[in-house]
C-alpha cells in the first residue's frame, strides 16, 4: 500500500498552465507505475495520463497529448502532471493512482488501479 496526496490544483485563464504534485508515503515508491485521471460532475473519471516505476515510458489520453507531460522524481517520492495550454473542459478534480505494476497495459481503466490520493480541483474559465 502506498499513501498518496495531490496538490497544486487552482484556478487558472484559459491558455494558463499548472503543475499537479503527487506526493507518495514509503518506500517502495519507485516499484509502482503512476498515474493520473480526472473526474468533472456527472462524468466518469477518465484517464489522462501513466508513468512506469522507472519513467521509461509514458502514455496520454488523446484529449491532452501535446499539452500535458508526466514525469516524477523517485528520489523524492513525488510524481508531477504539468498542464499547458489549459481549456475550460480540463476542468475537473484530478485524481493520481498508484499500482504494482511494470508496464502501462490496460491502465487506462480507473478499476484497474490500486491505490488512490483525495483529489485536487482545477477549473480553467474561459
Known amino acids: 500500500q502506498v499513501r498518496l496526496v495531490e496538490s497544486g490544483g487552482g484556478l487558472v485563464q484559459a491558455g494558463g498552465s499548472l503543475r499537479l504534485s503527487c506526493a507518495a508515503s514509503g518506500r517502495t515508491f519507485s516499484t509502482y507505475a503512476m498515474g493520473w485521471f480526472r473526474q468533472a460532475p456527472g462524468k466518469e473519471r477518465e484517464f489522462v495520463a501513466a508513468?512506469?516505476?522507472?519513467?521509461?515510458?509514458?502514455d496520454y489520453a488523446d484529449s491532452v497529448k501535446g499539452r500535458f507531460t508526466i514525469s516524477r522524481d523517485n528520489a523524492k517520492n513525488t510524481m508531477y502532471l504539468q498542464m499547458n495550454s489549459l481549456k475550460p473542459e480540463d476542468t475537473a478534480v484530478y485524481y493520481c493512482?498508484?499500482?504494482?505494476?511494470?508496464?502501462?497495459?490496460?491502465?487506462?481503466?480507473?478499476?484497474?488501479?490500486?491505490?488512490w490520493g483525495q483529489g485536487t480541483q482545477v477549473t480553467v474559465s474561459s
Open positions: 508513468i512506469t516505476w522507472n519513467g521509461g515510458s509514458t
Open positions: 493512482a498508484a499500482d504494482r505494476v511494470p508496464i502501462l497495459s490496460s491502465k487506462r481503466t480507473a478499476s484497474s488501479w490500486s491505490n
